[in-house]
């Protein structure tokens, strides 16, 4: 595996590579990689011949008040994961080779509809940063898929959308959550969890399992659903953000008459906030 830090460099490894005849495809983390990243990447591996993964702590998707001095970089480990996950190049770029116009000076990619509400209230301009970065992804190495995971569910949406509405020729693949044995949904910011915070966290994705088999048995009063699992969280130590059960395409809030749902949760335990969701069809006997 190879490791370039700028984009000449990752350019000429990228053309390289297309000259053989091989088929691209780019895994986009910012690092601290767990096995959900492992598995994307591997993913990946099995689908193309020539896996671009990147690591970059996005500054642009980090509110004023979020983590970004704190977030983990541990690029020797992850290189070690990347390599035994089959990557073939690693594209590691400090902010002045991503945004070399300063951060005030970076034409921002706004994508409509999917990135309001839920996370995009929760945290103002993180999917703008997001969605800004990923176009840059996707211009410098141009890759033929690229892999995400669905634990970001309203991200993968909002990546999807743009790929669709700037005519971009990116296949994307949402890769299932990886989780612990307990069902946590792993994430980077897992490390940041106490003991006895570890030992509630799971209590997420109980819950959203509760709220999926109580609609699959044919409840349909939403706000109930919601309000008995936001008791649970709130005796559990939470602060809730939101819960909503949403239409898994288009992301508006879910009607009674609808088949594809998705249930979306983020709460904060002591500081550090947690996502999951869960895919609910209604057309599958639960």
């Known amino acids: 595996m190879k490791t370039v830090k700028s984009v000449r460099d990752l350019r000429a490894a990228v053309a390289e590579a297309r000259a053989e005849g091989k088929q691209i495809c780019l895994v986009p983390t910012m690092g601290n990689l767990h096995a959900g990243h492992a598995a994307l990447v591997a993913k990946a591996a099995q689908r193309t011949d020539f896996v671009v993964a990147s690591i970059f702590v996005n500054p642009l998707q980090f509110g004023p008040s979020e983590d970004l001095d704190t977030y983990p970089r541990t690029l020797l480990a992850d290189q070690e994961k990347l390599f035994e996950a089959g990557c073939n190049l690693l594209f590691t770029p400090d902010v002045e080779e991503m945004y070399p116009n300063g951060l005030d000076g970076q034409t921002r990619v706004r994508v409509a509809g999917v990135s309001e509400g839920l996370c995009g209230a929760s945290r103002p301009g993180h999917f703008e940063g997001v969605a800004t970065a990923v176009s840059k992804l996707f211009n410098m190495v141009q890759p033929d898929l ?56 799971p209590l997420l994705y109980r819950t959203l399992k509760e709220i999926a088999a109580a609609v699959q048995a044919g409840e349909r009063d939403y706000a109930k659903l919601i309000a008995a699992a936001q008791e649970q969280h709130s005796a559990a130590g939470f602060r809730p953000d939101y819960l909503e059960i949403r239409e898994s ?17 983020a709460a904060f335990i002591g500081n550090t906030r947690l996502i999951d969701n869960l895919v609910v069809d209604l057309n599958t006997p639960g």
């Open 146 to 201: 690229a892999i995400f995971g669905q634990k970001d569910y309203q991200q993968l949406a909002v990546i999807r959308t743009l790929v669709r509405d700037l005519n971009m020729p990116i296949q994307i693949i949402g890769e299932q959550t990886v989780r612990a044995d307990d069902g946590l949904a792993l994430s980077s910011r897992n490390g940041y969890l106490t003991p006895e915070q570890r030992a509630a966290a």
């Open 249 to 265: 395409n288009s992301l508006r809030p879910a009607q009674t008459d609808d088949h594809q749902l998705v249930i979306l949760v």
